[in-house]
């Protein structure tokens, strides 16, 4: 086998970094382990770890050992076979860090061309669009500011002077009973009276004034109805009294009869029920009559006188015998 150059990992693509560190085992073996042309253990990968000539190298199995890099970083560029003598241009893309460096600006770059320097000043005639004031303006306006180291000593008692009150004891006694210096109510005893219970806090005297125009303009009405003027006549009580009342009717005859009662009852006859007259004949044949007991009796009476003998059997000639009676 032939002595090759030694190839950087950083040479690698990541996709073979990746599958040498994390993705197979490689396991150290002498160079004569790679000579044999054998594998006796069933390695995948394989690192050599002695022979000055080819320590670090790394081989793959494939019927046979191939060297796929190394891992040190010695390799020489005359070790690098098929080198082309020459680099033509040809179409090519760049990494993403390329990129990145070619929009960087050069490290000696300026804005001269956009900006003025540092140390420029203009004159304000060069300036356009300015709000300013003229120069009288400004001194007018600057007059009427007081002076930065200004005070109201004048006008106002510092802040920090402690004065002492001579008779304070005696002047609040007067003014919590209504005399402050210089003036006095006379119309204390007044205001003494008066007394808040409320929520308010202040009080406005126009509600007062408001509230006592609702007073005066107030009803005097005592309140008994026979105080009131124009008030309605009292009914009496009586029905007699009232108006507008209802006619009661006084005979059966103003009265409808829309329920359906009986107003009439025709006479009775052997086919309708109705009035009969009574009747006392024994000897009547009519049909609208009714007997009485009496007549019944009188009939009952000449039944009897006229039988020999009510409920007798008596022979007949065909010698059959019947109930008289």
Not at 213 to 229: M, Q
Not at 242 to 265: A, Q, R, W
């Amino acid at each position: 086998m032939s002595t090759v150059g030694r190839i950087e990992m950083y040479l690698l693509s990541d996709e073979m970094k990746s599958l040498i560190n994390a993705n197979t085992k490689i396991f150290p073996v002498a160079y004569s382990y790679v000579q044999a042309a054998t594998n006796p253990n069933n390695y995948e990968y394989v690192r050599v770890t002695d022979d000055a000539g080819h320590k670090h190298e790394i081989y793959i199995w494939d019927n046979g050992w191939e060297l796929i890099g190394a891992d040190d970083h010695s390799v020489s560029w005359l070790d690098i076979p098929d080198k082309p003598n020459n680099y033509p241009p040809s179409t090519h893309t760049h990494n993403d860090l390329e990129v990145a460096i070619s929009e960087k600006a050069n490290i000696n770059h300026n804005h001269d061309l956009v900006y003025s320097a540092l140390g420029h000043s203009h004159l304000e005639s060069d300036i356009t669009g300015l709000d300013k004031y003229t120069k009288s303006q400004t001194n007018n306006l600057l007059d009427q500011k007081a002076p930065l180291d200004h005070n109201h000593d004048g006008r106002y008692a510092s802040k920090n002077i402690e004065t002492t009150v001579e008779g304070h004891e005696s002047r609040i006694f007067n003014i919590e009973n209504g005399y402050t210096e210089g003036h006095s109510h006379s119309n204390l005893l007044v205001l003494n009276k008066i007394g808040y219970t409320g929520a308010k806090t202040t009080i406005d005297l126009k509600d007062i004034e408001t509230l006592q125009i609702l007073i005066n303009e107030k009803s005097d009405f005592s309140g008994d109805y026979n105080d009131l003027t124009n008030k309605p006549a009292l009914f009496s009580g009586s029905y007699s009294d009232l108006t507008n009342k209802p006619v009661i009717p006084t005979k059966t005859s103003e009265l409808s009869n829309d329920s359906g009662f009986i107003t009439s009852i025709p006479n009775g006859t052997t086919g309708v029920k109705g009035i009969v007259q009574l009747s006392t004949l024994i000897s009547s044949t009519s049909t609208t009559l009714a007997a009485t007991p009496s007549a019944v009796k009188s009939a009952y009476d000449k039944a009897v006188g006229a039988s020999p003998s009510i409920g007798v059997v008596q022979p007949t000639t065909d010698l059959w015998y019947k109930v008289v009676g």
